[in-house]
């Protein structure tokens, strides 16, 4: 509300419908101190929502699904994966095979399927021993009917690579294996071309190739965690302007409060505290408390109640509240957690000290 005489009562300026604290004090810090708890409070139930989510759609074991089929079935062509140009022909393809090399032919499915469809290089590594114990059966609807590993150790991925498609002894020396991955028709050309730049280093045998293959591995995972990361962004997203708008939290109407009400201020500033201090302590436990301190969230129908909106007067105060909560929302709650212990440091610092005046007399 508009306090007009507000100024002439030193408590700062009005702006928006909302009186300004002055920044002499700590009222400015305690709001900020507020407001940051607030958004944590709501960002820790977006992330749990979010987990759930990805949970029961099976998010995590999906994408490093997709991850191991961009790495291992690159077709070589252009365009493939936005590739400018195609890779280089391997000349060894129409060679006949080395001594004592015997090329890996992909292994054909249950004769029963009637699709006819081969197995490919993915589905041979998530089916091998060493990685398909990870594997546990879904009967819930909306999971895929397989819950796959979420992660993969790189040893284990490279072991089970090496065995399906060089399987040997594991001492053989580097021109070997380079032999077996050139005659193998298993391997798309593009992968192949990858595995034949690893055996170029300063590779000697098959144990120095399989490090390689785990680092090969782990630069990949770290491009995945970015696309999980994306993909969880956007739920994020979502569910912020969820909460923002079909709970109505407002970030406006709550800075009016925690302005004007030092009592709502002070309780919302000592649980913030509290909870910056005690990192180890469950942010679930306070949740209950933001009702109970009488913010403006929620919807009442009534006029008098604090989270009351009239859009016909107010509506732009009620869209610049939401598009600020679901802005300080899709933030994360490491961010608001990070941002809360900071500026409670900031006001147990307190304002810096004025410089003691200089005795009389001295320049």
Not at 255 to 265: K, P, Q
């Amino acid at each position: 509300m508009w306090r007009p005489h507000a100024r002439a009562r030193g408590e700062g300026t009005a702006f928006g419908g909302v009186v300004m604290p002055s920044l002499s004090g700590n009222t400015a810090i305690d709001v900020a101190i507020g407001l940051a708890f607030v958004y944590l409070l709501f960002s820790v139930l977006c992330s749990a929502v979010q987990e759930a989510i990805a949970g029961v759609l099976d998010m995590r074991a999906a994408t490093l699904e997709a991850g191991l089929r961009n790495m291992l079935e690159d077709d070589g062509a252009k365009d493939t994966a936005g590739a400018p140009i195609s890779v280089r022909p391997i000349e060894a393809e129409t060679a006949p095979p080395a001594a004592g090399v015997t090329p890996v032919q992909p292994r054909p499915v249950d004769p029963s399927n009637p699709s006819g469809q081969k197995i490919s290089l993915v589905d041979e590594i998530l089916g091998h021993g060493l990685v398909r114990t990870t594997y546990t059966s879904s009967k819930l609807l909306f999971r895929r009917k397989r819950r796959g590993p979420s992660y993969i150790p790189s040893r284990s991925f490279a072991l089970a690579l090496l065995d399906v498609v060089i399987p040997s002894n594991a001492n053989d020396p580097i021109e070997k294996v380079r032999e077996a991955i050139e005659q193998t028709t298993l391997i798309p050309k593009g992968t192949k071309s990858t595995l034949l730049a690893l055996a170029t280093g300063a590779v000697k045998d098959r144990d120095e190739y399989r490090v390689e293959v785990e680092h090969w591995f782990d630069t990949t995972m770290s491009r995945v965690s970015g696309w999980y990361k994306r993909k969880t962004q956007i739920i994020i997203c979502v569910l912020s302007f969820v909460v923002a708008v079909g709970l109505n939290v407002n970030t406006v109407s709550i800075a009016d409060r925690l302005i004007n009400d030092a009592g709502v201020r002070a309780a919302l500033v000592q649980s913030a505290t509290s909870t910056a201090a005690k990192p180890g302590e469950t942010v679930s436990k306070v949740t209950g408390q933001i009702q109970s301190l009488g913010l403006p969230i929620g919807w009442n129908k009534k006029p008098g109640d604090a989270a009351y909106v009239s859009f016909s007067k107010h509506w732009g105060r009620a869209l610049g509240g939401w598009l600020i909560t679901f802005l300080a929302l899709s933030l994360g709650a490491p961010f608001w957690f990070d941002a809360l212990g900071k500026i409670a440091g900031l006001r147990a610092t307190g304002p810096p000290a004025k410089p003691a005046a200089a005795p009389s007399g001295t320049s």
